[in-house]
């Protein structure tokens, strides 16, 4: 059942037959119970009336006169039947009102009263109680001292006609029934009602939400008077709605940061290509606006290439291997790349990373770790400024540490150095040669390597990126 | 006409140096914001083409200070940022134009020379003085039926002297509009082209055109 409504409804009526159901039950049982009771004691006590009026005198049983002429034993509309029997099973006497049937003979009847329920004459219910009892001895005028006759001990069945009781129970079985099914059919529209105008707030919400489009994120679920319980379903979706319209609006940033980086190089591929073509030109003129080109189309290459290094790593498509490296010797490649300009710019670069040193993780990611983290401090070092590289190795992790001098980045801006397209310069310097993409690159690797970055500002403008790696 | 191009991005201020000059103008350009600014302020630029991103001081700035101290030169924006934000952005400060990266060279060329005829008040773009035809656009030159071949030299010469026709123009004006910063001209540049252009323009016997305001200057066409 997927419906919270039907889930409700069902509920609250099953809930509702199962009780009425069961309070009916015991109204009726305690109702019949009492009825009978009443029934029986009546039937008792003319049962007992009618023994107590029974005589014996000498072997003739006698019922009081005065009983026999009772109007409920006669011929009536509902009267009472009572038979007498001998142990022999001999009929005593029986009541008028029986004309010639005989009531049920209690076999075994004890001194103790029995009740029962059976049929009368004409299969009408009747219920009878019945005992054996020995008659009072009559007293014969003046004749005591005559020897005791022996008693006999008699059996008296007293009936009476049940059907009213009977048809009472029934009307008030069908009362409760009625009753209850009255109940439960008002119980089913009240909550039908109930549960409707309880889960309102749950409807508003739904068309609230499905009013938020994926463009306009900002929208957020304003529903005032949201009950309790509906209370935190709004505050978690507008907290999801929050994170989700930060994520779309990095996405869109990047996007747009994207489009920007490929746009100047492409503006400047196309106005040199334009420019060159404008009129004929002599032969070193094409080669140098040929070669300006390829240098453009290489920067923008090698842009494309750090994205699509990271989309891959963000979408867990790239596969790392396991290789043993020699770290100094991967270092020293590396750096080969910035030597020829660092050398421009008198800048000394150290490797003191020992030569045995070898770590254990994939080349080629490394390799470009290390060379973005080379090119950025080839980059921002200042002229006749040092570069320079350690490593350690403890408890089975390498820390790798390069530092450069000349940083002029605060430390406000050192925990941007990893944001995609950040750059030190809010204007922008290098526009085309650097985007900004090279230490995102380099942070999101040593990540997906398993091991962690951070960046530290010393004294004196020295800039240390570590980055400590498994193995 | 002389311009001012302020792109920090090397390969697009080279090629679009060299490609306005080939069409005509005296260029000056700088990849710094600040150094920019500093042109901007101190020569008479016909037009600048601004980069907004630029190190030193981005392209807003310069243009806001610009506008601050009353400079009325005509801005052309170049940016890679082409929301509507930003272009209109740029335009409240002061912006004349607006061309997002890439684009086509001969755009860049066309609102340039747009903005040149605004700055001179020139709706047509072709310039009549008496039986002289100058077309802006295709930088042809006509004296009645005749044909006229210029030097690129020659004609910005002309261009600029026809653009305020009717009026005295110095030497200084000619010199801080038709060379750039650092050309090595020497000083009387300005009297030897001029030389050259009343050779070209006023050749068989037609009436002269280009005339010399004694310690002033000269006058293309009637005095206005």
Same mark, same amino acid.
Request: contains cysteine.
């Given at each position: 059942?997927?419906?919270?409504?039907?889930?409700?409804?069902?509920?609250?009526?099953?809930?509702?037959?199962?009780?009425?159901t069961i309070f009916s039950l015991i109204i009726y049982t305690l109702t019949r119970r009492a009825l009978i009771n009443q029934l029986d004691a009546s039937l008792l006590s003319t049962a007992r009336m009618l023994a107590a009026s029974v005589e014996q005198d000498n072997n003739e049983i006698e019922l009081g006169f005065e009983v026999q002429a009772m109007p409920e034993f006669q011929k009536a509309e509902h009267p009472t039947y009572y038979q007498l029997w001998r142990q022999d099973g001999t009929v005593v006497v029986m009541s008028p009102s029986l004309s010639a049937d005989d009531l049920l003979y209690f076999e075994g009847s004890s001194a103790e009263p029995v009740f029962q329920e059976f049929k009368i004459k004409n299969g009408r219910p009747g219920r009878a109680v019945g005992f054996k009892f020995n008659p009072r001895i009559a007293e014969n005028d003046?004749k005591s001292s005559q020897p005791q006759t022996k008693i006999q001990a008699l059996t008296l069945v007293v009936a009476r006609d049940v059907s009213d009781l009977q048809h009472n129970l029934q009307m008030l079985r069908w009362l409760l029934l009625?009753?209850?099914?009255?109940?439960?059919?008002?119980?089913?529209?009240?909550?039908?009602?109930?549960?409707?105008?309880?889960?309102?707030?749950?409807?508003?919400?739904?068309?609230?939400?499905?009013?938020?489009?994926?463009?306009?994120?900002?929208?957020?679920?304003?529903?005032?008077?949201?009950?309790?319980?509906?209370?935190?379903?709004?505050?978690?979706?507008?907290?999801?709605?929050?994170?989700?319209?930060?994520?779309?609006?990095?996405?869109?940033?990047?996007?747009?940061?994207?489009?920007?980086?490929?746009? #100047?190089?492409?503006?400047?591929?196309? +106005?040199?290509?334009? $420019?060159?073509?404008?009129?004929?030109?002599? *032969?070193? /003129? @094409?080669?140098?606006?040929?070669?300006?080109?390829?240098?453009?189309?290489?920067?923008?290459?090698?842009?494309?290439?750090?994205?699509?290094?990271?989309?891959?790593?963000?979408?867990?498509?790239?596969?790392?291997?396991?290789?043993?490296?020699?770290?100094?010797?991967?270092?020293?490649?590396?750096?080969?790349?910035?030597?020829?300009?660092?050398?421009?710019?008198?800048?000394?670069?150290?490797?003191?990373?020992?030569?045995?040193? #070898?770590?254990?993780?994939?080349?080629? +990611?490394?390799?470009? $770790?290390?060379?973005?983290?080379?090119?950025? *401090?080839? /980059? @921002?070092?200042?002229?006749?400024?040092?570069?320079?590289?350690?490593?350690?190795?403890?408890?089975?992790?390498?820390?790798?540490?390069?530092?450069?001098?000349?940083?002029?980045?605060?430390?406000?801006?050192?925990?941007?150095?990893?944001?995609?397209?950040?750059?030190?310069?809010?204007?922008?310097?290098?526009?085309?040669?650097?985007?900004?993409?090279?230490?995102?690159?380099?942070?999101?690797?040593?990540?997906?390597?398993?091991?962690?970055?951070?960046?530290?500002?010393?004294?004196?403008?020295?800039?240390?990126?570590?980055?400590?790696?498994? *193995? | 006409?002389?311009?001012?191009?302020?792109?920090?991005?090397?390969?697009?201020?080279?090629?679009?140096?060299?490609?306005?000059?080939?069409?005509?103008?005296?260029?000056?350009?700088?990849?710094?914001?600040?150094?920019?600014?500093?042109?901007?302020?101190?020569?008479?630029?016909?037009?600048?083409?601004?980069?907004?991103?630029?190190?030193?001081?981005?392209?807003?700035?310069?243009?806001?200070?610009?506008?601050?101290?009353?400079?009325?030169?005509?801005?052309?924006?170049?940016?890679?940022?082409?929301?509507?934000?930003?272009?209109?952005?740029?335009?409240?400060?002061?912006?004349?134009?607006?061309?997002?990266?890439?684009?086509?060279?001969?755009?860049?060329?066309?609102?340039?020379?747009?903005?040149?005829?605004?700055?001179?008040?020139?709706?047509?773009?072709?310039?009549?003085?008496?039986?002289?035809?100058?077309?802006?656009?295709?930088?042809?030159?006509?004296?009645?039926?005749?044909?006229?071949?210029?030097?690129?030299?020659?004609?910005?010469?002309?261009?600029?002297?026809?653009?305020?026709?009717?009026?005295?123009?110095?030497?200084?004006?000619?010199?801080?509009?038709?060379?750039?910063?650092?050309?090595?001209?020497?000083?009387?540049?300005?009297?030897?082209?001029?030389?050259?252009?009343?050779?070209?323009?006023?050749?068989?016997?037609?009436?002269?055109?280009?005339?010399?305001?004694?310690?002033?200057?000269?006058?293309?066409?009637?005095?206005?």
């Amino acid at each position: 059942m997927h419906s919270l409504r039907a889930r409700l409804l069902v509920g609250i009526v099953g809930g509702m037959i199962l009780l009425l159901t069961i309070f009916s039950l015991i109204i009726y049982t305690l109702t019949r119970r009492a009825l009978i009771n009443q029934l029986d004691a009546s039937l008792l006590s003319t049962a007992r009336m009618l023994a107590a009026s029974v005589e014996q005198d000498n072997n003739e049983i006698e019922l009081g006169f005065e009983v026999q002429a009772m109007p409920e034993f006669q011929k009536a509309e509902h009267p009472t039947y009572y038979q007498l029997w001998r142990q022999d099973g001999t009929v005593v006497v029986m009541s008028p009102s029986l004309s010639a049937d005989d009531l049920l003979y209690f076999e075994g009847s004890s001194a103790e009263p029995v009740f029962q329920e059976f049929k009368i004459k004409n299969g009408r219910p009747g219920r009878a109680v019945g005992f054996k009892f020995n008659p009072r001895i009559a007293e014969n005028d003046g004749k005591s001292s005559q020897p005791q006759t022996k008693i006999q001990a008699l059996t008296l069945v007293v009936a009476r006609d049940v059907s009213d009781l009977q048809h009472n129970l029934q009307m008030l079985r069908w009362l409760l029934l009625i009753a209850s099914a009255c109940t439960i059919t008002l119980s089913f529209f009240v909550a039908t009602f109930v549960v409707r105008q309880g889960l309102n707030p749950l409807n508003s919400l739904a068309s609230e939400i499905s009013a938020i489009k994926e463009n306009n994120l900002t929208v957020r679920i304003a529903t005032a008077s949201l009950p309790a319980e509906i209370l935190p379903i709004k505050i978690r979706l507008n907290e999801l709605l929050s994170r989700l319209e930060c994520s779309f609006n990095r996405e869109r940033r990047f996007t747009a940061d994207v489009a920007h980086e490929l746009r #100047t190089p492409l503006a400047g591929l196309r +106005s040199t290509i334009e $420019v060159t073509l404008a009129r004929t030109r002599e *032969a070193d /003129e @094409y080669q140098a606006a040929l070669s300006d080109c390829l240098t453009i189309t290489e920067n923008m290459q090698t842009m494309v290439n750090n994205l699509l290094t990271l989309a891959r790593i963000d979408a867990n498509q790239i596969t790392f291997r396991c290789d043993q490296i020699r770290l100094a010797k991967l270092v020293n490649s590396s750096w080969h790349t910035f030597s020829h300009k660092a050398l421009e710019r008198g800048i000394t670069f150290n490797n003191r990373i020992p030569a045995e040193m #070898t770590c254990s993780s994939d080349s080629d +990611s490394l390799s470009i $770790v290390l060379s973005n983290l080379l090119a950025n *401090a080839a /980059e @921002y070092t200042n002229q006749d400024g040092q570069i320079w590289i350690e490593a350690h190795q403890a408890n089975n992790r390498t820390e790798i540490a390069v530092a450069n001098t000349g940083c002029r980045l605060i430390n406000d801006q050192v925990s941007h150095v990893f944001d995609r397209f950040w750059r030190g310069d809010s204007s922008r310097t290098d526009t085309g040669i650097h985007c900004g993409l090279g230490l995102a690159l380099v942070e999101r690797l040593v990540r997906a390597l398993g091991g962690s970055i951070t960046v530290e500002l010393q004294d004196g403008g020295i800039f240390i990126i570590r980055l400590v790696l498994p *193995a | 006409m002389r311009l001012l191009v302020i792109e920090d991005y090397r390969p697009l201020q080279q090629s679009l140096t060299k490609g306005l000059r080939e069409a005509g103008f005296a260029v000056d350009t700088t990849g710094d914001g600040q150094e920019g600014l500093w042109y901007a302020m101190s020569n008479d630029y016909d037009v600048i083409i601004l980069d907004l991103m630029l190190p030193g001081l981005d392209g807003l700035s310069i243009l806001k200070q610009l506008r601050a101290r009353g400079r009325q030169i005509h801005v052309l924006v170049l940016t890679a940022k082409d929301t509507l934000e930003d272009r209109v952005t740029g335009l409240d400060l002061g912006a004349d134009d607006y061309l997002v990266k890439p684009f086509e060279f001969k755009e860049l060329l066309a609102r340039v020379r747009a903005l040149l005829r605004r700055s001179y008040r020139e709706k047509n773009p072709v310039l009549n003085v008496q039986d002289l035809q100058i077309d802006l656009t295709t930088q042809r030159v006509w004296r009645g039926r005749e044909e006229i071949q210029l030097t690129p030299r020659e004609y910005a010469l002309l261009e600029y002297l026809a653009m305020r026709s009717g009026q005295t123009v110095s030497r200084t004006d000619i010199w801080e509009h038709v060379y750039e910063f650092n050309s090595s001209a020497f000083s009387n540049v300005v009297d030897v082209y001029i030389g050259y252009l009343r050779r070209k323009i006023e050749c068989s016997g037609k009436p002269p055109l280009i005339r010399t305001v004694r310690g002033r200057g000269y006058i293309l066409g009637a005095q206005s």
